[in-house]
């Protein structure tokens, strides 16, 4: 049977939703050990992790920040793991490359599912600003592939059992780089953008006014997103920018209010589920690749929208 191991990506003590769409996934290649980094989880953590497919859960505890110790600690509880699956986040993506060159995997990162064929992981992602759909096959006798967020649905198991929970021995290496400070930074309200199942983002056509971009993301449960010149006008703070250089997002629904459409924009939303967007210009690049599009302006359209969601509500 194949053995498989899961990096738990967590908000504090709470397990991050991404990490629950990756069990899912993993239970359906082999047998599925969890992997908390620094510290103890909670039983009702550990019950979470059970419930979604975890037949054990390896604690390292030792808390470790610089990533080549991240990866150490990680290669030290996934040893016998034949296939590792971690969410596609920028650390993560740093860690399992180091890992990968340490031990000889084959390495996927920004998938957007996995499945064993002929005994080798065979990964499915888009490529080139999500201009192509691709199928990566493994051919290494181990895998690690980073998931993206939002591409598997998470579904508890019906008879899950409560997992054992073991400790793993790690003495973090020396390293030529060292974590020499760390700042908390105030988490914005709301679901972290890379995570979340809607966004609604904002550009240049807001003018700074992002009120309305607030209220459909809030009536919709979703993040907020923007544009990089929205950012680079600051209108709004670097963390919500959407584009290649900002944060990947593959949301079930990605609304674009007062977005051209520009091909860095573009790379960073165009594996969404389902794309809405709104321009004065209907020339824009956005209306491309959109499932519906609405020429007029945000300060029109969002108001009615928000009014009749609000009705079928009521």
């Keep these: 049977m194949t053995r498989v191991a899961v990096l738990v990506e967590r908000h504090g003590e709470a397990v991050a939703a991404p990490t629950l769409e990756t069990l899912t996934l993993a239970r359906s290649l082999g047998d599925v050990a969890a992997v908390w980094l620094g510290g103890e989880p909670s039983s009702a953590?550990?019950?979470?992790?059970?419930?979604?497919?975890a037949a054990e859960v390896r604690v390292v505890e030792p808390q470790v920040r610089a990533a080549a110790a991240a990866a150490a600690a990680l290669g030290a509880a996934t040893a016998d793991a034949d296939v590792l699956l971690v969410t596609s986040t920028f650390v993560n993506k740093e860690i399992v490359t180091r890992l990968a060159l340490a031990t000889g995997a084959g390495v996927v990162v920004d998938a957007a599912g996995a499945a064993l064929v002929d005994g080798h992981v065979e990964t499915e992602q888009t490529v080139f600003a999500a201009t192509w759909n691709v199928r990566t096959r493994i051919t290494t006798e181990r895998a690690i592939v980073a998931l993206r967020p939002n591409t598997t649905q998470a579904v508890a198991m019906p008879d899950a059992v409560v997992p054992s929970v073991v400790t793993v021995a790690f003495e973090p290496p020396t390293t030529r780089e060292a974590v020499v400070a760390v700042e908390a930074v105030e988490a914005s309200d709301g679901v972290p953008l890379a995570e979340a199942s809607v966004v609604v983002s904002g550009g240049r056509g807001t003018g700074g006014d992002y009120a309305l971009i607030h209220e459909l993301a809030e009536l919709l449960g979703g993040a907020v997103g923007?544009?990089?010149?929205?950012?680079?006008?600051?209108?709004?703070?670097?963390?919500?920018?959407?584009?290649?250089?900002?944060?990947?997002?593959?949301?079930?629904?990605?609304v674009a209010a007062g977005i051209s459409g520009a091909v860095h924009h573009r790379g960073g939303m165009q594996a969404s589920g389902t794309i809405v967007a709104v321009n004065l210009d209907p020339d824009a690049p956005i209306f491309e690749i959109s499932d519906f599009g609405v020429v007029g302006?945000?300060?029109d359209v969002l108001p009615q929208a928000i009014a009749r969601m609000r009705e079928a509500r009521a």
């Design 45 to 53: 953590a550990v019950a979470q992790l059970g419930a979604h497919g």
């Design 226 to 254: 923007a544009s990089r010149d929205a950012t680079d006008e600051g209108w709004i703070s670097h963390e919500h920018m959407v584009g290649q250089t900002g944060t990947t997002v593959t949301p079930r629904l990605y």
């Design 297 to 299: 302006s945000l300060f």
